[in-house]
């Protein structure tokens, strides 16, 4: 509710396109308490892996004591983790739990710091830079020669970067990929969300996972891709989302400062807009 004689809030009347799937209706919700027209363009969909059975070798493994380390690069990892053994092999839960528990947990940012915390357990090294360039900052000093590193893949990017360091670093490197991104709007539905960014019709994008930026780069010309991104403000939820967009020529105009969730989020873009409108 506004308040008699005080300033419009930035978001108001503003039309603003959402690439997120996932918790879509929260992030609407947030905006559209604000006043925004939300535009809901879902890019990515998050599914399980094909094969569940090397997801459960390597749990079964882990569960028996093969790692003594485990890196979590999302939350989504390790829900989905546990989802393919409550559905394919429950009786491991338990002993995938305790091993889980006696492990050294380090992890990439807020979200698989809070999938740990809904199991009644913490991070023991968190990255102070969510990224993977941070990660390894964070594990570059740490003795991990014939240390047994788990590391819990984002989709199935093979993250090389973070692998080649680990390995070169002695460690003994085991991956497990519990979920995929998979296209969710149709191709026609991108290319409506790119032509009304041309056009000047919607006023910001908000990207929450690399994913939604690299789907949108998969659905026509590079250069027309960044033509509909210049003409529209972007924001990124945290530093992964934009270096992705960076990567691909995108200037990100808002990205929360040090807390890379969706409330955070609506604040980057109000103070975005309202600069602009200002």
């Not at 093969?66 to 390790?78: A, F, H, P, R």
């Not at 979200?111 to 941070?134: F, I, M, Y």
Request: hydrophobic share 45%; net charge neutral.
């Amino acid at each position: 509710m506004t308040t008699p004689g005080a300033p419009p809030d930035p978001l108001a009347q503003r039309r603003i396109a959402v690439a997120e799937s996932r918790e879509l209706d929260l992030f609407a919700a947030l905006l559209e308490r604000r006043g925004a027209t939300v535009l809901r363009y879902p890019l990515v969909q998050i599914i399980d892996a094909p094969d569940p059975q090397p997801i459960l070798v390597w749990s079964r493994r882990f569960a028996a004591g093969g790692c003594d380390d485990l890196i979590l690069l999302t939350g989504e990892g390790l829900r989905r983790l546990l989802h393919c053994i409550d559905r394919h092999e429950a009786t491991l839960r338990g002993s995938f739990l305790e091993a889980l528990a006696r492990v050294r947990k380090i992890t990439r940012g807020p979200k698989p710091a809070r999938a740990l915390r809904e199991l009644g357990l913490q991070s023991d090294l968190p990255a102070e830079v969510p990224t993977t360039p941070g990660l390894i900052a964070l594990l570059r000093p740490l003795p991990l020669r014939d240390r047994r590193v788990g590391v819990q893949l984002y989709g199935g990017e093979a993250n090389l970067p973070l692998i080649d360091f680990l390995i070169e670093a002695g460690a003994q490197v085991s991956t497990v990929a519990p979920y995929r991104y998979a296209d969710q709007a149709s191709d026609m539905a991108v290319q409506e969300l790119l032509g009304r960014m041309r056009q000047g019709e919607i006023d910001a994008i908000a990207f929450t996972s690399k994913a939604q930026v690299e789907r949108l780069f998969r659905a026509g010309k590079p250069e027309e891709v960044r033509a509909a991104l210049a003409a529209t403000a972007v924001a990124a939820v945290g530093p992964v989302v934009a270096e992705s967009l960076g990567a691909h020529g995108v200037d990100v105009g808002a990205m929360p400062p040090g807390s890379w969730h969706l409330k955070p989020l609506v604040a980057a873009l109000g103070e975005l807009l309202g600069a602009v409108r200002g």
